[in-house]
């Protein structure tokens, strides 16, 4: 059967059902049909074990996070663990493109996974309408008279698709571009904010454009950051949904990893961790971006901390990662190693999960085994695709082990550092760079926001995923390269600085054949070809 058609037959609960088992009380909840809900609960009474699922460099498809942490948290489920599972939500960006939805896969998915690969609660669309409400009155003003005097606009329109026609655009007054909804600022703000209260005040500090003295315009001099509340106000509520296995499940943000941080809102990790036990959550692409990212940006604005890492890993993107182009499976060992090394640098509580496939042999599987034991790495074994909990069990024990363990956490850079050196340290220390090369309109972005007191911001590096370096061709574990500065952007309602490296963009364009081509609706209204 298909994704689709296994979600379609799962034995759903009333969405009452699933927040009870998290003492959710029916006054806390803004229902959307009896199978999803708003959460309007601010905080529970516990201080659940957080344990952070994230992977190596992956394949163009994706190797299975999702999967892996919905798998985990049915096996904990089954061994009546108090257990929370918190998600990013989907873009329709890479639903309708290459990746397909994000909402696991077989027996290991989140339901109504049509719905929620879709249109969801709105939030997408909240966070599109708020960020081109900006856009719409930056252009406003301007054509009113301009009396903010601005000079230059830095605040992108956006658009939940990938739409690689609008990376360049022309208006009435100048050239301009999209960026896809993931990637947006207010994505970002939406998932850092704390409460409504801080998240108004970090929609009022987004910097819109520069004056004719070069000095910063806010949103809250377009007397718009209460509008801008106000769109946002139920989509900053948490959604809550459920595994085919009913384990509780918290949806909530969706920023992509290798633009934006890759993470879902603080809002809704810590009211999980408030309302259970055990806590899974993931981060975007491999742990070079994500982890990275949730480490030395989601970590330090919610004042938390990963309790253990889960590194999944795959025969198939292991065989991606031969530089050879010989499909070895040996030779593709040097990325798990460099993934490995790099969160051995942040936290001593880490396990490497294989999610296994259908066709991975015993040979392959003992290979990756002996590999992480010569490293002293605990390894475990999860089939949660077609086996649902049960074939995460023994990883979910494991995970309960280790959660026994000290843990020695820290951040890859301080905020103190400047911003070349928290560029250099990410560089070296993760990226495995030898050099690092800034364009001149990079040096005097940066020698800007210096004068302007803003270098101890944390940097949310923008990077292909494919590989370590940011060249996606140089797989495995590339050494001695060159990492190439190509812009800088500062997010100052987000409370980051984005760093742009070799040839990323801000808004992904459509494959050769997408996924849109497969997706239909039946005689009897049944969606299909989401997956």
Known sequence: MTDIEIAKKANKLNIKDIANKLNISDDNLIMYGNDKAKITLEKGSLNGKLILVTAISPTPYGEGKTTVSIGLG??????NKNICITLREPSMGPVFGLKGGATGGGYSQVIPMED???????????????????????????????DLDIQKVVFKRCIDVNDRALRSISLENRKDSFCITAASEIMAILCLAEDLKDLKRRLSNIVIGYNSENKFIYAKDLKIDGALTVILKDAFY?????????????????????????CNSIAATKLAKSLSDYVITEAGFGADLGAEKFIDIKCRKANIKPDCVILVATVKA??????????NLENGLSNLEAHIN????????????????????????????????NKSI??????????????????????????????????????????????????KNVYNAKDIEYTKEVQEKIDYLEKNNLSNLPICVAKTQYSLSDDKNKLGYPKDHTIHIKNIELYNGAEFITVFTGNIIDMPGLPNHSNYEEIGIDSNNNIYGIS
Do not use: W
């Open 74 to 79: 049915d096996a904990l489920n089954r061994l």
């Open 116 to 146: 929620i690969n879709l249109h969801f609660t709105g939030d997408m669309h909240a966070i599109t309408e708020a960020n081109n409400l900006i856009a719409a009155a930056i252009d406003n003003h301007i054509f009113r008279g301009n």
């Open 238 to 262: 948490p959604n809550l949904v459920q595994t085919l296995e009913n384990t509780p499940v918290i949806i909530h943000g969706g920023p992509f990893a290798n633009i934006a941080h890759g």
């Open 318 to 327: 292991l065989k991606y990662n031969d530089v050879t182009n010989s499909n």
């Open 342 to 373: 790099n969160l051995k640098k942040t936290n001593s509580n880490v396990i490497v999960c294989l999610n296994k496939y259908i066709d991975d042999t015993e040979e392959e599987i003992n290979i990756i085994k002996e590999f992480c034991n």
């Open 378 to 427: 605990k390894f475990a074994i999860s089939s949660a695709y077609l086996d649902g909990g049960e074939g995460a069990i023994d990883l979910a024990n494991m995970v309960l082990d280790t959660l026994n363990n000290e843990n020695n956490f820290s951040y890859y850079y301080s905020t103190n550092d400047s911003i070349k050196d928290k560029i250099e340290k990410l560089s």
